[in-house]
């Protein structure tokens, strides 16, 4: 099993920015793609970014390409999602999530294993 808990959300003035990082615990962390999702009331749930396990190759979702950021520590089994030029539309709850299968980041929410509990983004214009 592995625990995901995320942490840095919160409400944030139109084209401010928020850092979102992602800790977890459990089975070793450095060899699992990791990802960001997102899901605002009333939508599904949408890809927002990931990685793979070596930081080597990172992939975006076209609305935040150029003003988000991912990245992670494998000797502090971190994630983080740096987020800059935020938008009302951002506004949403974001989820870490990560998995034992993939090779590269997929945007698609259903292979990837393990969950945190989400964190609150809320942009305000």
């Known amino acids: 099993q592995v625990q995901l808990i995320e942490s840095g959300g919160g409400l944030v003035q139109a084209g401010g920015s928020l850092r979102l990082s992602c800790a977890a615990s459990?089975?070793?962390?450095?060899?699992?793609?990791m990802g960001w999702f997102r899901q605002a009331p009333g939508k599904e749930r949408e890809f927002v970014a990931g990685i793979i396990w070596n930081g080597g190759s990172t992939r975006y979702a076209d609305s935040v390409k150029g003003r988000f950021a991912i990245s992670r520590d494998n000797a502090k089994n971190t994630v983080s999602l740096q987020m800059n030029s935020l938008k009302p539309e951002d506004t949403a709850v974001y989820y870490c999530a990560a998995s034992r299968w993939l090779a590269v980041v997929d945007v698609i929410a259903g292979p990837y294993d393990y969950w945190g509990q989400g964190t609150q983004v809320t942009v305000s214009s």
């Open positions: 459990g089975r070793p962390f450095s060899n699992y793609v």
